[in-house]
């Protein structure tokens, strides 16, 4: 939601330097790829609900706090800190769904899950460019305190806890406490998860080490790992130059060029309403092919047309620009890059789930720590590339990338995937 504002916070702040610029926005994201690491581990003990709620009163307070920095450093610093509570749905949404929902059915409510983190940062930007040209840049963040107390105030009334070990181990405490020793002998209750293996120590030692082992370990999450990387990274380093096309290129004030984003969400949103319909019926498909068994193979054909679109997209996007066409010209293309991004995303998170389904909030961690990461990255260079480069070979740079390690994965892994899960000690077998 910052970066159309964040020329006017570099003025205010006497920043000069694009890659300083840009990180005041991206350091957002370089805590989403830490906080996953904690943040899971704690949901299995203290419960998903519970940590969700509180990791949102961080997130509220440090957020509040930027709209009052007074420097540059201080605004860095509460983005990494705000970014750490923001993280919190990424680190446990996935095992919320999978506390909820069987593997038939999962396709569709991952797909709608999936689509509102991609979809904030197409109406925030939106939003913020408006408030960035009607008032100050702290109202962005003012602005969206105002909302995420209102999102608390529904999590506090709804939010129900769902996984499953921390809601039997509550039960079994009720039943200790409701024992009387005098009226009936006091017998030893305890839950079938109830093991040495639920003590804290273990649960963080586990879950903090087993990311890094799944990514170093198993080559499923090498290779859709660093392909959602660059998916990831992609997507901000659009959302960190779209005010640069329109305000410079084609001479649209602000609040004008912000709505460009919204170009961003017709792809985003077209797409995954398509995809939520087809992902279970595919894979009920082919489950039924195969005589009644599932494999998480059968996630992957939705991601076909992703492949092709993300690089087409950034093509279009690119030479549009560069050409200086009309406004729409640039717009189709980032649309199709909106397209081609959650249809990837959303056959990647899925198979990743189905892959791993008992260790499914690790693998998520190991992937989220490389997207973020890239998120992170990839905008500090991107005024670097297309100063030297140009919006057309900068993005076709982009292009042949997505094309070099996204358009051969859903093949590899249709033909591989299941012999590649045979030899690993975590995967699906």
């Given at each position: 939601m910052m970066a159309p504002a964040s020329d006017q916070i570099a003025a205010q702040f006497g920043i000069t330097n694009s890659a300083v610029i840009a990180l005041l926005t991206s350091v957002f994201v370089l805590a989403y790829a830490c906080g996953p690491l904690f943040l899971g581990p704690l949901s299995e003990i203290f419960g998903r609900s519970r940590v969700l709620q509180l990791a949102n009163l961080w997130y509220l307070a440090w957020n509040l706090g930027c709209g009052f920095a007074q420097n540059e450093g201080q605004l860095i610093a509460?983005?990494?800190?705000?970014?750490?509570?923001?993280?919190?749905?990424?680190?446990?949404?996935?095992?919320?769904?999978?506390?909820?929902?069987?593997?038939?059915?999962?396709?569709?409510a991952i797909a709608l899950y999936s689509l509102a983190p991609l979809l904030g940062p197409v109406i925030g930007p939106a939003c913020g460019a408006w408030i960035a040209e009607r008032s100050t840049w702290r109202w962005v963040f003012w602005a969206t305190?105002?909302?995420?107390?209102?999102?608390?105030?529904?999590?506090?009334?709804?939010?129900?806890?769902?996984f499953a070990p921390f809601l039997l181990e509550q039960k079994a405490k009720r039943i200790r406490m409701s024992m009387d020793p005098e009226k009936a002998r006091t017998r030893h209750v305890r839950t079938a998860f109830d093991t040495s293996d639920r003590h804290w120590r273990s649960i963080f030692s586990k879950a903090l080490i087993r990311p890094f082992k799944l990514f170093f370990r198993e080559p499923i999450i090498q290779l859709l790992g660093i392909y959602m990387a660059f998916i990831y990274g992609t997507l901000y380093l659009f959302l960190t130059t779209i005010p640069a096309i329109f305000e410079t290129t084609y001479g649209e004030d602000v609040g004008i060029a912000g709505l460009n984003y919204f170009a961003l969400g017709v792809g985003l949103t077209g797409a995954s309403q398509v995809n939520a319909r087809m992902l279970d019926k595919i894979y009920k498909y082919f489950q039924?092919?195969?005589?009644?068994?599932?494999?998480?193979?059968?996630?992957?054909?939705?991601?076909?047309?992703?492949?092709?679109?993300?690089?087409?997209g950034l093509f279009i996007t690119g030479w549009t620009a560069q050409a200086k066409t009309h406004w729409i010209g640039p717009d189709i293309g980032i649309a199709l890059v909106g397209a081609g991004t959650i249809l990837n995303f959303q056959c990647i998170q899925?198979?990743?789930?189905?892959?791993?389904?008992?260790?499914?909030?690790?693998?998520?961690?190991?992937?989220t720590f490389l997207r973020s990461c890239a998120g992170f990255g990839f905008p500090l260079f991107a005024p670097a590339m297309y100063n030297a480069l140009g919006y057309g070979k900068g993005d076709t740079i982009l292009a042949a990338v997505a094309?070099?390690?996204?358009?051969?994965?859903?093949?590899?892994?249709?033909?591989?995937?299941?012999?590649?899960r045979a030899a690993s000690a975590y995967a699906r077998k």
């Open positions: 509460f983005r990494f800190l705000a970014g750490l509570g923001g993280s919190a749905p990424l680190a446990i949404g996935g095992g919320v769904i999978g506390d909820c929902w069987r593997t038939e059915e999962r396709g569709q305190s105002i909302v995420d107390a209102f999102i608390q105030f529904l999590g506090v009334l709804f939010l129900r806890e769902t039924k092919k195969n005589g009644g068994v599932g494999k998480p193979e059968y996630r992957l054909p939705s991601m076909v047309p992703g492949t092709f679109l993300l690089p087409a899925t198979y990743v789930i189905d892959a791993f389904t008992l260790h499914a909030a690790s693998a998520l961690a190991a992937v094309i070099v390690i996204g358009c051969p994965a859903p093949w590899l892994f249709w033909h591989y995937g299941e012999r590649i």
